[in-house]
T-cell receptor, first 117, second 113 residues
Framework: AQSVTQLGSHVSVSEGALVLLRCNYS??????LFWYVQYPNQGLQLLLK??????LVKGINGFEAEFKKSETSFHLTKPSAHMSDAAEYFC???????????????FGKGTKLSVKP | EAGVTQSPTHLIKTRGQQVTLRCSPI?????VYWYQQALGLGLQFLLW???????NRGNFPPRFSGRQFPNYSSELNVNALELEDSALYLC????????????FGAGTRLSVL
């Protein structure tokens, strides 16, 4: 079955430091991949998506992610963390049964990012 | 443009009761998805409705059910509530464009006592 693994349930960085959140997926076909962010007591907001175009994807708020097929990874990065980046981040993949362009999303367990002043 | 709206925001029920959660998708979106976010279990897919039909359901018992109305809004019903049903229930909608981009509402927080 399709799965998504996020390494590290908690990540802490200093303000201004690099943010790196890891995501690995299992898929036998090219996947559609997503990163979402969830602030406390809110729903999910889409940060960026990979849908088999450019392997380096730029999203909102200065985040970007690189699709690496050989490593089955889609890690999220941001060069310089801001206090406002503190939130929980979820990596997700479209269920490949439906070809990726529709169907439910399969989520990783999430990574809570803390940003220290 | 209004986003995905869910009601109510919070709900408190007791074991054995029934509950109905509501979701209005973004205008023009025809697909609605329901997800459960329970403490320690992460985000799990519940149900997918498209054009009024149930297209897929996740690994949940039959007491979780729902429907989609002609205006594409949706209801999630949970019968015979159990303590472990306490969770944030998120609704998402998707338009006809490619890429399976799902837009989420703020969720309904259900507490079962």
């Amino acid at each position: 079955a399709q799965s998504v693994t996020q390494l590290g349930s908690h990540v802490s960085v200093s303000e201004g430091a690099l943010v790196l959140l890891r995501c690995n997926y299992s898929s036998s076909v090219p996947p559609y991949l997503f990163w979402y962010v969830q602030y406390p007591n809110q729903g999910l907001q889409l940060l960026l998506k990979y849908t088999s175009a450019a392997t380096l994807v730029k999203g909102i708020n200065g985040f970007e992610a690189e699709f690496k097929k050989s490593e089955t990874s889609f890690h999220l990065t941001k060069p310089s963390a801001h206090m406002s980046d503190a939130a929980e981040y979820f990596c997700a993949v479209s269920d490949p049964i439906y070809g990726g362009s529709q169907g439910n999303l399969i989520f990783g367990k999430g990574t809570k990012l803390s940003v220290k002043p | 443009e209004a986003g995905v709206t869910q009601s109510p925001t919070h709900l408190i029920k007791t074991r054995g009761q029934q509950v109905t959660l509501r979701c209005s998708p973004i205008s023009g979106h025809t697909s609605v998805y329901w997800y459960q976010q329970a403490l320690g279990l992460g985000l799990q897919f519940l149900l997918w409705y498209d054009e009024g039909e149930e297209r897929n359901r996740g690994n949940f018992p039959p007491r979780f059910s729902g429907r989609q109305f002609p205006n594409y809004s949706s209801e999630l019903n949970v019968n015979a509530l159990e303590l472990e049903d306490s969770a944030l229930y998120l609704c998402a909608s998707r338009g006809l464009g490619g890429g399976n981009i799902q837009y989420f509402g703020a969720g309904t927080r259900l507490s079962v006592l």
